[in-house]
C-alpha cells in the first residue's frame, strides 16, 4: 500500500495544477498514451464508451494502478504552463448577463444572420463601452488592464500560505526536475500521509475530479480558485511551491460540494426570487391562487407576455441573447417544442448557431467568454422553462467542451472543433441512442400484441413505426390525458402510417389495461434511485399494468439519465399553466370553472412530470442495452466517468 | 299460473302502463341517469303501479309480488347498467313479502291464540313456529344468533309460509271469510306506507351519512375525490360547517368533467379546492391523508361500481396506504355478485367526447383495409374497484367493512328475488 500511496500524494495537487488546460482524469482511460503533449491532445470521444454502445456496461479500471500508471504524465505536464497566456485568467468574475454578445447588434430578420456576420464581427468590441450596459463598460475593460496587480497579491498571498504552514513543502522551489519532487515530496510527507484516512484520500480524488467539472461549469468559487491556483503557477513558474495540503484539503471541500447536484432554485425563498427577477428577461406575472403544497416552483400566467416578447425579439439590441437562443425560449414559452430530445436538440442548434457567429472579445479568452455567454442563454431558456434534464445534460456537455478548447487553436479553428462536438453529441447521444433503444425494442413485439402507451414519446413512436414497417402484427393503444392531448398527435401520425390504434383517456386505463401485453413508455429522464421522471400520468398508466401483471418497458435515451434521486413528485416537478385546467378545448358545455377562476377557494394544478417507482418497471431500454431499473445507478456512474474522461 | 298472469295483465290500469312506458323510454334513452335519480323515479313508479293494482282475493301478495316483478324485468333490462332500478324493484319486492308475513303471523297468532282451546294438537308446531320466525324477524337484529337459530325452524316457516300464501284462499275462505277485504286493503296499505318510507330514505340517506363526517375528518386534512357526487359534496360540506378546515384535491374526471361540477359547488360552498387533472392522482396522492368518493352501485361482495379512474384512484392510494372511504346510501347496495364488471356492468359513451367526430377523417383511408376500423376510441363511464382496495363504506347505518356488505345487503333484499326474470309459463 504505502509504495502507492506515495506517488499520489504528491500527484494530487500538480493534477490540480494542471487542470484547467488538460483532463488528467483522461489518463486513466488512456494511461500511457499522452505523456508529452496531453494539452493539446485530439479529444478521445471516439473512444468513449457510448461509442460501442451496444456493449453491455463496462466494469470501471481498477483505480490504484491508474493513478500510479498516471505518475509519468505529471512529469511531462509543466512544460505546458507556459504557453498559455496570461489572459486567460482575468476573468475570475463571470459576468452573466451584461458580457459581450453579438446579438446586441443583431438584425431583427434571422434570415440575413449570415450575411451580417462579417461586417458585425469587428463592431461589438469597439462599441461595447458605448452601446453595451454600465455593468458591462465597467467590467470589461477591469478585465484587460488590471489583471496583473490583481494577480499578485494572490500569488503573494498563496506564496505566505505555503511558508507558513508547510516549511518542508518548500525544497520543492526552484527548477527542481519533477522526478525528483516525487520522490522528496513522498518522503518528506510521509507524516502528512498517515494523518489522511484512506476515505480522506478518496474523497479528494474524487473532488478533482469533480473539481474539474465545476471549473468547466465556469461558475462560482470552484473556478475563481482554479484560476487562482493556475495564475500562481503562471506568476512564477520557476518558484512553484505546491499548495499546502491544508489549503488544498478546504479547497477540494468546497469542490466535493460542487460535486453534489446543485440544489434548484426554490421560489418560496422570497429573496432569491426577488434577485432573479432582476435579471429575468422574461417577466412573467405570477398565478393568482397558487396551490401551497408547490410554493416552492415557479406558477407563471402562462404565456401571457408572449406578444410582448415576440415583439422585442425585433429590438433585441436590449437584451443579451441571440436571436437564435432567442427563438428557441419563445418557442418553449409557447410549448412549440415539448419533448426532451426535441428541445435539447433545438436548443443545441440554436447554440452552434449563436457559437458560429460568435467572436471573441480581443482581451478575453475564448473559453471563459463563451461559457459566460452560454450560462446567460441558459439562464433566458430557465426563464422561458424550466430545463429538462437532457438539455442539462446537452449543457454540461457544451460547456466541458468550451472549458477543454486546446488553447493553441485559432478562434475559427475552436469554433469549428465546438461545432463539430455538438453535432457529434446530437447524432450520437440522441439521434443513434434512438436508432439502437428501436433496434432493441422491436425484438420485444410479438405478432398479435396490444401494446399500450401514454402520451407521445419520440422514442416509443419510432419504435411502434419501426415495428410496423417489419410487418409485425400488432394493435396500440394510445393512452392520453388532458391538458396537453399529447397522444392525440400520437395517434394521427400513427393511423396515418396505417397502424391500427384504440384511443382511450388515462381514466378508462384500467378498462383496457386486461387486453393489453405490453406497456410501452417514453421518459423524461430515469433517475439514479430507479424512478423514472416522465410526463405527469406515467405513473398511473405503469401502476394499472403492474396491477393488471403487465410488464412495462421503459425507453429512454442514456443521455437523460440523472444522478439525482426522488422519491415523489413534488419536491421537483415543473407546473404548467393553470388555465389549461379550467378550459375544457371544444366543450363549452363543460366549461364550469371559467367564471369562478378568480375565487379565491379554487386553486388549479396543472402538473408537468411525476416520478414512477421503480417497481412498477420492468425494463428500461436505453442506448447500453436493456437493463432492469436497479442497474440504473451503474449507467449513471459510468456516465459521469465518460464525461469526465472525454471532457 | 296462466290465468294468474292473464289476471295481472287485465289487472294493470292503462295509466300506469303509460307511466311504466313512459319510464322504460328514458332508462333506455339515458334521459335518466344517476343512481339517485333512478332510485327515487323507480320506487314512486312502483308506488303507483301498487296503488293501482287490482288484487285478486286470493294469494294477494303473490299477485303483487307478479306483478312488480313483470315490470321489474322489464325496468332492469332497459338499462342494465343503472344497477339501483334492480335494487329498488327488489326492494319493494321484499317489502311486499314482509308486509304479507308480518299479517300472515298477526291472522295465524290470532288464529292460534283463538283455536288454542278446541284445535291444540292440530297444527300446533307449525304455526308456533311461523310465528316465531316472523316475530325474529321482524323484532330482532340480525345476528349470527338469529341466523344460528332460524337453522332449523326456517324450512318449516317457509313451508307454512308457502302453505299460507299460495294456499291462503282454502284457509281464509275457512276460516276468516269476514275479514279479507279489510286485510287485502291493509297489506296493500301497508305496502304502500313502507314504500313511501324507501323514498323517504332515499332522499335523506345522504344526510345520515353526512352527520357522520366530524367522525371522519378532522383539521388540515387532505381529501381526494373523483366524480361528482351529491352525497360527498354533503360529507364534506357537513363536516366544514362543524368548522374543520380541511382541503380538497377534485380531479376533474375527463371526459365528462365532472370533477368540475364538483369543484364549482365546493368552492361556492367555501371549501378549498384544487382541481388537478386525472394524470396527476398518483403524484398527488402521497400528500392526501383521505380519498372520499361516491359510488355507482356497490356490489354483494364489496366491489364497487364508481365512474371511471376510481380503479386507479384506488390503486394509488392503496400503494400509497390512503384510506378510500366510499359513500353509499340504501338505493345503491346491490345483492348481486359481478362477474367480470368491468365490462358487464358498464356502459360504453359515445367517442366525440373524446375525439371530435371525423377529427383523424383526413388521415384514415377509408378505401382500402379489411374491414376492420383502424381506430377504435374506447370511453367507459364506470370502473371496477375490487373490495380489497376498499377501506370503508359508509352508509346511512354506520361504516362498514366491505365483506361486512353482503350481511347488510341481505337485511334488504329476499334471497327469492334475486334473479327478476320469471321462469318461462309452461
Known amino acids: ?647 | 299460473m296462466t290465468a294468474l298472469l292473464q289476471l295481472t295483465g287485465t289487472v294493470i290500469m292503462p295509466d300506469t302502463h303509460a307511466l311504466v312506458n313512459d319510464f322504460l323510454n328514458k332508462l333506455k334513452k339515458r334521459k335518466i341517469e344517476g343512481s339517485k335519480a333512478t332510485a327515487k323515479l323507480t320506487a314512486e313508479l312502483l308506488r303507483s303501479v301498487i296503488s293501482q293494482q287490482r288484487l285478486p282475493n286470493t294469494n294477494q301478495a303473490g299477485a303483487l309480488i307478479h306483478a312488480i316483478k313483470a315490470i321489474g324485468e322489464q325496468l332492469t333490462a332497459a338499462n342494465h347498467v343503472e344497477v339501483a332500478v334492480g335494487n329498488i324493484v327488489r326492494r319493494v319486492l321484499h317489502i311486499i313479502r314482509e308486509e304479507d308475513v308480518s299479517l300472515t303471523t298477526a291472522s295465524i297468532g290470532g288464529l292460534s291464540l283463538q283455536g288454542l282451546s278446541d284445535d291444540e294438537e292440530d297444527n300446533p308446531l307449525v304455526s308456533a313456529a311461523v310465528a316465531a320466525a316472523a316475530a325474529r324477524t321482524t323484532l330482532r337484529p340480525p345476528s349470527l344468533q338469529t341466523l344460528l337459530e332460524d337453522m332449523p325452524s326456517h324450512s318449516a316457516a317457509a313451508a307454512a309460509l308457502h302453505h299460507s300464501s299460495s294456499s291462503a284462499g282454502d284457509s281464509e275462505d275457512k276460516t276468516k271469510s269476514t275479514d279479507k277485504n279489510s286485510r287485502s286493503r291493509k297489506l296493500k296499505h301497508n305496502v304502500i306506507e313502507t314504500v313511501n318510507e324507501l323514498i323517504q330514505d332515499i332522499a335523506t340517506c345522504h344526510e345520515q351519512i353526512a352527520e357522520q363526517a366530524v367522525e371522519h375528518i378532522h383539521h388540515n386534512e387532505v381529501i381526494l375525490t373523483l366524480g361528482s357526487s351529491g352525497t360527498v359534496i354533503e360529507f364534506l360540506c357537513a363536516a366544514k360547517e362543524k368548522k374543520r378546515s380541511f382541503r380538497v384535491f377534485v380531479a376533474e374526471g375527463a371526459p365528462r368533467y365532472q370533477g368540475h361540477t364538483l369543484a364549482k359547488e365546493l368552492v361556492a360552498r367555501g371549501l378549498q379546492t384544487t382541481v388537478i387533472t386525472d394524470s396527476a392522482v398518483f403524484a398527488m396522492i402521497s400528500r392526501v391523508n383521505m380519498v372520499i368518493v361516491g359510488a355507482h352501485a356497490v356490489m354483494a361482495n364489496g366491489g364497487v361500481i364508481a365512474p371511471v379512474g376510481l380503479n386507479m384512484v384506488a390503486l394509488a392510494a392503496q400503494r400509497h396506504s390512503v384510506p378510500f372511504v366510499v359513500l353509499a346510501g340504501i338505493h345503491k347496495l346491490c345483492p348481486l355478485y359481478p362477474h367480470n364488471p368491468e365490462v358487464l356492468l358498464n356502459e360504453l359513451k359515445s367517442p366525440s367526447e373524446l375525439l371530435d367526430f371525423g377529427e383523424l377523417s383526413d388521415c384514415m383511408d377509408f378505401g382500402i383495409g379489411t374491414g376492420s376500423p383502424l381506430l377504435h376510441v374506447v370511453n367507459p363511464a364506470f370502473d371496477y374497484v375490487p373490495p380489497k382496495l376498499v377501506s370503508l363504506f359508509i352508509t346511512d347505518t354506520g361504516g362498514h367493512n366491505p365483506s361486512y356488505m353482503y350481511r347488510l345487503i341481505a337485511d334488504y333484499y329476499s334471497a327469492d328475488d334475486l334473479v327478476l326474470q320469471q321462469r318461462p309459463t309452461s
Not at chain 1, 487542470?19 to 494511461?31: L, N, T
Not at chain 1, 481498477?62 to 482575468?90: E, K
Request: proline share 7%; aromatic share 6%.
Open chain 1, 1 to 647: 500500500m504505502d509504495p502507492r500511496r506515495a506517488p499520489r500524494t504528491v500527484i494530487d495537487p500538480k493534477v490540480r495544477q494542471v487542470g484547467f488546460f488538460a483532463p488528467p482524469d483522461r489518463s486513466q482511460s488512456v494511461p500511457l498514451s499522452q505523456s508529452s503533449n496531453s494539452p493539446s491532445s485530439p479529444p478521445l470521444s471516439d473512444l468513449s464508451p457510448s461509442g460501442n454502445s451496444l456493449s453491455p456496461v463496462m466494469i470501471p479500471p481498477p483505480r490504484h494502478l491508474s493513478d500510479l500508471s498516471s505518475l509519468p504524465i505529471t512529469a511531462g505536464l509543466p512544460p505546458t504552463r507556459l504557453s498559455p497566456p496570461v489572459h486567460r485568467f482575468s476573468g475570475e468574475s463571470v459576468v452573466p448577463i451584461g458580457s459581450y454578445n453579438p446579438s446586441e447588434f443583431a438584425s431583427p430578420s434571422v434570415g440575413d444572420l449570415f450575411e451580417d456576420k462579417n461586417a458585425r464581427s469587428p463592431g461589438p468590441r469597439r462599441s461595447r463601452g458605448g452601446g453595451g450596459s454600465a455593468k458591462i463598460a465597467s467590467s470589461l475593460p477591469a478585465g484587460g488592464f488590471e489583471l496583473p496587480p490583481e494577480v499578485k497579491p494572490k500569488s503573494l498571498t498563496t506564496v505566505s500560505v505555503v511558508s507558513n504552514l508547510r516549511p518542508n513543502v518548500t525544497e520543492k522551489v526552484g527548477e527542481k526536475s519533477i522526478e525528483s519532487q516525487d520522490g522528496s515530496g513522498a518522503n518528506s510527507k510521509q507524516p502528512l500521509k498517515e494523518k489522511t484516512s484512506k476515505a480522506e484520500r478518496r474523497a479528494l480524488q474524487e473532488a478533482q475530479r469533480a473539481a474539474k467539472a465545476a471549473a468547466k461549469g465556469g461558475n462560482g468559487v470552484a473556478n475563481i480558485k482554479t484560476g487562482k491556483a493556475n495564475s500562481v503557477q503562471k506568476k512564477d513558474n520557476a518558484s512553484v511551491a505546491a499548495p499546502s495540503e491544508k489549503r488544498l484539503a478546504d479547497h477540494k471541500d468546497k469542490d466535493r460540494k460542487k460535486d453534489a447536484p446543485h440544489p434548484r432554485m426554490q421560489f418560496d425563498d422570497a429573496t432569491r426570487v426577488e434577485k432573479a427577477k432582476k435579471r429575468a428577461i422574461v417577466k412573467q406575472t405570477e398565478v393568482r391562487n397558487r396551490v401551497e403544497l408547490f410554493r416552492h416552483l415557479p406558477q407563471y400566467e402562462h404565456g401571457t407576455k408572449l406578444p410582448h416578447l415576440e415583439y422585442k425579439f425585433f429590438s433585441l439590441n436590449s437584451n443579451s441573447v441571440h436571436p437564435a437562443v432567442y427563438k428557441v425560449g419563445l418557442r418553449y414559452l409557447a410549448g412549440d417544442i415539448s419533448g426532451g430530445n426535441a428541445r435539447c436538440i433545438a436548443m443545441l442548434q440554436a447554440f452552434q448557431e449563436s457559437i458560429m457567429e460568435y467572436s471573441a472579445p480581443p482581451e478575453r479568452a475564448l473559453n471563459r467568454d463563451l461559457t459566460a455567454k452560454i450560462n446567460s442563454y441558459i439562464s433566458y431558456l430557465i426563464e422561458c422553462r424550466p430545463l429538462s434534464i437532457s438539455m442539462g445534460s446537452a449543457i454540461k456537455f457544451v460547456k466541458t467542451r468550451i472549458a477543454n478548447l486546446p488553447l493553441t487553436l485559432s478562434e475559427s479553428e475552436a469554433k469549428a472543433n465546438l461545432l463539430s462536438e455538438i453535432n457529434h453529441f446530437i447524432n450520437e447521444k440522441i439521434i443513434l441512442a434512438d436508432k439502437v433503444i428501436v433496434r432493441h425494442a422491436v425484438t420485444k413485439v410479438r405478432d398479435g400484441d396490444i401494446l399500450l402507451t401514454y402520451g407521445s414519446s419520440s422514442a416509443v413512436e419510432m419504435i411502434l413505426l419501426h415495428a410496423h414497417e417489419l410487418g409485425k402484427q400488432f394493435r396500440v393503444v394510445i393512452v392520453d390525458s388532458r391538458p396537453k392531448l399529447e397522444g392525440r398527435l400520437l395517434l394521427r401520425r400513427l393511423v396515418a402510417k396505417g397502424v391500427s390504434c384504440t384511443y382511450v383517456h388515462i381514466n378508462a386505463t384500467s378498462y383496457i389495461m386486461h387486453e393489453v401485453t405490453r406497456v410501452f413508455l417514453g421518459a423524461s429522464s430515469v433517475l439514479a434511485n430507479g424512478t423514472v421522471y416522465s410526463r405527469v400520468g406515467t405513473a398511473c398508466v405503469a401502476m394499472v399494468a403492474n396491477a393488471c401483471g403487465v410488464p412495462v418497458i421503459v425507453c429512454c435515451e442514456a443521455y437523460k439519465f440523472h444522478e439525482r434521486v426522488q422519491l415523489d413528485s413534488i419536491c421537483c416537478n415543473e407546473l404548467g399553466d393553470p388555465d389549461a385546467i379550467s378550459k375544457v378545448h371544444g366543450r363549452k358545455e363543460v366549461n364550469h370553472l371559467m367564471d369562478i377562476a378568480d375565487n379565491e377557494n379554487l386553486q388549479l394544478l396543472n402538473l408537468t412530470y411525476d416520478v414512477t417507482p421503480s417497481d412498477y418497471v420492468s425494463m428500461i431500454i436505453t442506448d447500453y442495452g436493456m437493463i432492469p431499473p436497479t442497474s440504473v445507478p451503474v449507467i449513471v456512474r459510468e456516465l459521469r466517468k465518460e464525461q469526465i474522461w472525454s471532457g
